[in-house]
Nanobody, 127 residues
Framework: QLQLVESGGGLVQPGGSLRLSCVAS????????IAWFRQAPGNEREGVSC???????AYVDSVKGRFTISRDNAKNTVYLQMNNLKPEDTAVYYC?????????????????????WGQGTQVTVSS
């Protein structure tokens, strides 16, 4: 059964860093688009970053220069390195997967386009 498991969230002060991990099982991340989304209370789920062999890497403007997405095919894991964190980054972070051939590049940050989701990991940025 295809499964995604996130980890690495926590409480960090503004300006701090965290690295989130998304471990995939029962499929190869190399053939899928893997995206990170986040959802703060009262807000819609928003796309943060995504990676795929077909389309490369993309970031939402609010995290460019601070977040870095990467993939380790041997570990079947996608990471999100988050630096210079801000209070507005506080949210539950989810990873999601969709086979790349079935995902138009223009929908990579559309949550409804993804078939598989992890359970989420809480990131809180506060002093």
């Amino acid at each position: 059964q295809l499964q995604l498991v996130e980890s690495g969230g926590g409480l960090v002060q503004p300006g701090g860093s965290l690295r989130l991990s998304c471990v995939a099982s029962a499929f190869s991340v190399n053939y899928y688009t893997i995206a990170w989304f986040r959802q703060a209370p009262g807000n819609e789920r928003e796309g943060v970053s995504c990676i795929s062999s077909r389309d490369g890497i993309a970031y939402v403007d609010s995290v460019k220069g601070r977040f870095t997405i990467s993939r380790d095919n041997a570990k079947n894991t996608v990471y999100l390195q988050m630096n210079n964190l801000k209070p507005e980054d506080t949210a539950v972070y989810y990873c999601a997967a969709k086979i790349s051939l079935l995902l138009p590049s223009g929908r990579r940050f559309t949550s409804g386009a993804y078939d598989h989701w992890g359970q989420g990991t809480q990131v809180t940025v506060s002093s």
